[in-house]
């Protein structure tokens, strides 16, 4: 390849990585040890250096450092400013979700019989009425916890190490059908609808929630090597819905070549083809393919789920979701199931651990049915009445969407120490700190700061933005942050935010991105080993 074509592949690969980086804000880095600098800004010499690198030269860093009992700022620079937040933007949309729902609420899906039961008939339809449940039991543990892994499967095409948590995706569906069976239906004749009225999807929030959603609305698709080189790979794949269908090509090449397999799909999604090659003796490969209607998919999953429990339904599993069938009400229709889910707190934790952008976004649109509008849009004022009374400055505050990648959002580092201090006020201070990354421990700061003595000792939200800058051909990283709590004491956390805004790399290579997250979230360890002297 001739150099220009080498650096625009190089440049859609890593654009490709880098559209994880903002959706999730993943860090992985050491501290570095840094020769101390003449201490400025009331700084530690250790983060002064850090922000003096030529990776920083036209950059801006912000910080806030704020003891929430008193209202002291220990550390502050440009704590007014607007910056660009990414996926720590996060914290305001959970919040808000979290307070307009409350952290115990559960969602209840049900399954009404529209029609006349004779004997074990039913003479009628089967409606299963969507409710905004996240996972919907597919990542649900026995003790009720909800389960991610440090990768989360959604950001498979984007970056290596996304791994599956073990739960079956259609546990949720499994549940409905079964209780529909116990409840004495043997047989449907007519058909199973989704009631999907709960709100509209939102193209502006991307990815676009919806109010039923099945594995994250994605297929899973797990390749493994062959035996030998040259032989086929192993796919796994899942959930087995009709009519999706997976082929792959992918071959197994000799270990320590490089394993590379792209995703492709018809334009309804349900013809999925791997192609590439895999190393021998590698790990399994995950990938994601979207599915493109999903009240379809789980109409389809229902039937199956009934056949598989003896319940017939004379309807073809196959075919589009008649949503024109839907009732008016429900009253006169019976509940023939039900499937309840863990509580929202849970699926909070589970949005800041892998930045879950899903999550993220449907939360705009549970508030907006909070307070009775099927608009999406209708979620904002939601939002913003409650920062109002969370005594945050709303002006200091842009969004236009739940997960942080709008080009409009911005936010102060005052603001976000403001929505920290808030829920250090409340009953539930704890349960929102801990659902938090943690730093060395859990999500995405699991792999970071394993061994350094604030391992454990911060617990706070990461973001990331960035692309390609083509005219220098190296990468612009419009924002890399962190924002959340630093235990200065046992039992006492101290609130933060640390983060800068237009750094940029020496080179096309996505390794520098991470560089400077390495920074920014050793700004953040510097912060609380500082005022706890390691300790």
């Not at 997960?403 to 009953?427: E, F, K, M």
Request: charged residues 20%; proline residues 7%.
């Amino acid at each position: 390849m001739s150099p220009s074509v080498t650096r625009r592949w190089a440049r859609r690969r890593v654009v490709r990585t880098l559209g994880l980086l903002l959706a999730v804000g993943i860090v992985v880095f050491g501290l570095i040890e840094l020769a101390p600098p003449t201490p400025e800004d009331g700084l530690d010499p250790s983060i002064t250096a850090i922000m003096r690198k030529p990776d920083y030269r036209h950059a801006q860093w912000g910080l806030v450092q704020q003891n929430p009992e008193t209202g002291e700022v220990t550390r502050s620079r440009y704590a007014d400013q607007f910056f660009v937040p990414g996926s720590v933007a996060k914290l305001f949309s959970v919040s808000g979700t979290w307070h307009a729902l409350g952290g115990d609420h559960r969602f209840v899906t049900p399954v009404h019989a529209v029609g006349r039961l004779r004997q074990k008939a039913l003479l009628g339809d089967l409606d299963l009425v969507a409710q905004g449940d996240l996972t919907l039991g597919g990542r649900t543990r026995k003790d009720g916890s909800v389960a991610f892994s440090t990768v989360d499967h959604t950001y498979a095409n984007i970056i290596p190490g996304a791994t599956l948590t073990p739960q079956n995706p259609l546990a949720g569906i499994d549940h409905l059908a079964r209780q529909v069976r116990d409840s004495g239906i043997r047989r449907v004749d007519g058909d199973v609808i989704v009631d999907a009225r709960l709100f509209q999807p939102d193209p502006v929030l991307d990815p676009t929630p919806t109010p039923l959603i099945i594995n994250d609305n994605v297929i899973d698709l797990l390749t493994s090597p062959g035996d030998k080189a040259g032989a086929p790979a192993r796919l796994e794949w899942r959930p087995k819905v009709a009519p999706y269908r997976v082929t792959s090509s992918v071959r197994t090449v000799a270990a320590g070549k490089p394993t590379d397999i792209s995703v492709s799909a018809s334009a309804n999604g349900t013809r999925i083809q791997l192609s590439g090659t895999i190393a021998a003796g590698s790990a399994p490969v995950l990938r994601v393919s979207n599915i493109k209607d999903p009240n379809a998919f789980g109409r389809t999953a229902m039937i199956e789920a009934l056949k598989r429990v003896g319940v017939e339904v004379s309807a073809a599993a196959v075919g589009r979701n008649p949503a024109d069938r839907l009732p008016d009400s429900y009253r006169s229709a019976p509940t023939v199931a039900r499937y309840t889910s863990p509580p929202y707190a849970q699926y909070a934790r589970l949005i800041f651990k892998v930045s879950h952008n899903l999550g993220a976004n449907l939360g705009i649109c549970l508030m907006a049915t909070s307070a009775g509008s099927s608009d999406c849009e209708a979620g904002f004022p939601v939002l913003a009445k409650f920062l109002d009374g969370a005594r945050v400055d709303r002006k200091a505050v842009q969004l236009a969407d739940g997960r942080g990648s709008n080009p409009v959002d911005r936010t102060t580092p005052r603001a976000l120490a403001q929505i920290l201090t808030y829920w250090q006020h409340t009953r539930e201070a704890e349960r929102f700190r801990t659902s938090l990354p943690i730093l060395g421990v859990d999500g995405s700061l699991a792999d970071s700061c394993r061994h350094c003595p604030a391992r454990g000792k911060v617990f706070a939200k990461t973001g990331t933005v960035a692309g390609a800058d083509a005219l220098n051909d190296r990468l612009a990283v419009g924002a890399e942050t962190t924002a959340g709590y630093l235990e200065t004491r046992k039992g006492h956390f101290d609130v933060f935010f640390a983060g800068v805004n237009g750094a940029t790399t020496p080179r096309l290579d996505i390794n520098d991105v991470l560089d400077i997250g390495s920074d920014v979230a050793g700004v953040a360890a510097r912060l609380q080993e500082g005022d706890t002297g390691g300790r």
